[in-house]
């Protein structure tokens, strides 16, 4: 038996049942079990993007049942491919898990091998949850910039959606490589010392760049930007962007929309650019997950997150959703 939430159609928030793995995965026989392995699920996280699957939120399950959850660290009980073996200890984020293939948020997982890494040396299995898809995208997005030229010493580099898990993570890789980070937040007041503690140098209140008067360009400010906002929050970003900048988008919070102009870009040589963590090829997985082994501070990381029992998750899905949840939230499991 296995205990897992599962959403079992449109528009339904998920339900915590405990049945039989063939119930969940199917039995052998009529399921195309090749390429993958079982997990004995260790930790887990709670993200945005589960918040939204958990409470039956359009756009994030594609397929139903599905077992939320675009996060797992596991122990390997079964596999069918030839890198994995009984015993092991594994990660996956993203490659489609808690949207169209089941998730992490359950007791057992079956997971696609391809897109499955090693635990990384120096990192438990609740550091590596903590990381998680928020700290593999910040990751992303800082390579991101670093790739495009973005040096320290260029000038300040944004992050927006600050307090919340992928903001709170690019704050403290970024700070780590020696940039001036500056730490966007609707939370300014209440967790500015949280922020200032994750390397931010200073906290600006986000309704400064909510506001739609100002223009496609406007004072030059940022070398560069990570963004989880989208929305009029990423239009200003572009607009305060110095000549040669680059804005990383990785975000919706705010909204899908981009009410801008093509003038920080034909004026100011500013590049857009994204993360996803979905889709992101096993070379990029692979220095991604290096990198964050090698340069995040663990102290850090363990005083951002927050930890929670498996009965907690639908609670903590409802508060991600309003925007309560500072930094990351692991979830213990068994
Ligand atoms: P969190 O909820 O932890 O963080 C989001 C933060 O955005 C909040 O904490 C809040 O920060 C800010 N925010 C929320 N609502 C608004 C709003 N209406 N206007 C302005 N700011 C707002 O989520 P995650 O960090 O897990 O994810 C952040 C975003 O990134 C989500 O949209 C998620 O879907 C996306 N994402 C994308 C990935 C990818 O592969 N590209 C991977 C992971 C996440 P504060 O209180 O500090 O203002």
Redesign the pocket.
């Known amino acids: 038996m296995s205990r897992a939430y599962l959403v079992t159609e449109k528009g339904a928030a998920a339900e915590l049942v405990d049945r039989d793995l063939s119930e969940i995965f199917g039995d052998d026989e009529s399921a195309d079990t090749t390429g993958t392995v079982d997990l004995e699920v260790l930790a887990t996280s709670v993200?945005?993007?589960d918040?939204m699957a958990l409470t039956g939120r359009p756009g994030i399950v594609r397929r139903y049942p599905l077992v939320p959850g675009i996060d797992v660290v596991g122990r390997v009980t079964a596999s069918r491919a030839s890198a994995f073996s009984i015993g092991d200890v594994v990660l996956l984020n993203?490659d489609g898990l808690g949207e169209t293939r089941h998730g992490g948020l359950a007791e057992h997982a079956r997971v696609r091998a391809d897109a499955l890494l090693p635990l990384p040396e120096g990192l438990t299995p609740e550091q590596a949850a903590a990381i998680g898809?928020?700290g593999f995208?910040s990751m992303l997005a800082v390579l991101a910039l670093a790739d495009a030229g973005v040096e320290p010493d260029d000038g300040e580099v944004l992050v927006?959606?600050?307090?919340?898990?992928?903001?709170s993570i690019a704050i403290a890789l970024l700070a780590g490589r020696g940039y001036s980070v500056v730490a966007?937040?609707?939370?300014a007041e209440a967790?500015g010392d949280y922020l200032r503690r994750l390397g931010a140098a200073r906290v600006i209140d986000?309704s400064v760049l909510?506001d739609d008067e100002g223009g496609p360009l406007q004072k030059a400010t940022w070398a560069g930007a990570v963004d989880?906002?989208?929305s009029r929050?990423l239009a200003t970003v572009l607009a305060q962007t110095r000549y040669g900048g680059t804005v990383v988008a990785?975000?919706?919070?705010?909204g899908s929309d981009l009410p801008t102009t093509v003038l920080p870009f034909i004026l100011r040589s500013v590049t857009l650019t994204?993360?996803?963590?979905?889709e992101a090829p096993r070379a990029l997985r692979e220095r991604a997950w290096a990198a964050l082994a090698e340069e995040l501070d663990l102290e850090l990381l363990d005083s951002l997150t927050t930890t929670v029992g498996f009965e907690d998750v639908p609670a903590v899905a409802e508060r991600?959703l309003a925007?309560e949840?500072r930094g990351r939230t692991v979830v213990r499991v068994g």
Do not use: D, F, W
């Open positions: 993200n945005y993007k918040g993203g898809t928020a995208t927006t959606g600050a307090a919340g898990g992928v903001g966007s937040s609707g939370r967790e986000r909510a989880s906002v989208g929050t990785c975000g919706l919070a705010q994204g993360a996803n963590s979905v991600i925007g949840v």
